[in-house]
Nanobody, 125 residues
């Protein structure tokens, strides 16, 4: 059974930080490229960042450059997204997914079995 589970979302003030986690106990985690995505109210889902299976390569959307950092710990079957200098426009449901390749733009598989359900990040004063 495939399983991706996000955690770490919450309410933060503008300029604050959060670290999101994506755990995948149902996958041979070390074999997969992983991406982070977000969907804000009234907006389409966008790819935020991705990381290759061995962690050697990372990519970031323009909206995330300089503020977000993706990393992984394959021994823990977990990918992280460290988010700093958060802005109100970062408010969204953040999801992780298996990606075909870690490239820009970040694209996930169409098969929803390779997606988590998401964690809500709210940036508000």
């Amino acid at each position: 059974q495939l399983q991706l589970v996000e955690s770490g979302g919450g309410l933060v003030q503008p300029g604050g930080s959060l670290r999101l986690s994506c755990a995948a106990p149902g996958l041979a985690f070390q074999y997969y490229n992983i991406g982070w995505f977000r969907q804000a109210p009234g907006k389409e889902r966008e790819g935020v960042s991705c990381i290759t299976s061995n962690g050697d390569t990372t990519k970031y959307a323009d909206s995330a450059k300089g503020r977000f950092s993706i990393s992984r710990d394959n021994a823990k079957n977990t990918v992280y997204l460290q988010m700093t200098s958060l802005k109100p426009e970062d408010t969204a449901v953040y999801s992780c997914a298996v990606v075909v390749a870690c490239a820009l733009p970040v694209k996930g598989y169409s098969d929803m079995r390779f997606w988590g359900k998401g964690t809500l990040v709210t940036v508000s004063s």
